[in-house]
């Protein structure tokens, strides 16, 4: 069974970090383009990183959203089928539902580029 799983959402004050994981199940993560969303309420998902497929090699290109640049960074540990979102100088505007997805091809801003999708975790970025 396909499935992809979220973690490392919570509470954090402005400035702070956060890591959130995305641990997959049933294929394998290498081979796919890994996306993270965001969703706040009233507004539309909008893509923050991707990270295309490796495909058995070191080499793959990243991409980051113009707000979160310099301040994301989306890694991946293929020993653990993971692909991670590590979050630093967190601000208020980061505040939303995260989720990562998978596409059985290159990176895309669209979320109906994607084949699958975890349930999301919460970003919460208060003071």
């Known amino acids: 069974q396909v499935q992809l799983v979220e973690s490392g959402g919570g509470l954090v004050q402005p400035g702070g970090s956060l890591r959130l994981s995305c641990a997959a199940s049933g294929f394998t993560l290498d081979y796919y383009a890994i996306g993270w969303f965001r969703q706040a309420p009233g507004k539309e998902r909008e893509g923050v990183s991707c990270?295309?497929?490796?495909?058995?090699?070191?080499?793959?290109?990243?991409f980051y959203t113009d707000s979160v640049k310099g301040r994301f960074t989306i890694s991946r540990d293929n020993a653990k089928n993971t692909v991670y979102l590590q979050m630093n100088s967190l601000e208020p505007e980061d505040t939303a539902v995260y989720y990562c997805?998978?596409?059985?091809?290159?990176?895309?801003?669209?979320?109906?580029?994607?084949?699958?999708w975890g349930q999301g975790t919460q970003v919460t970025v208060s003071s």
């Open positions: 997805a998978a596409a059985n091809d290159v990176c895309s801003w669209s979320p109906r580029w994607y084949d699958y």
């Open positions: 990270m295309d497929s490796s495909a058995g090699t070191t080499y793959y290109s990243t």
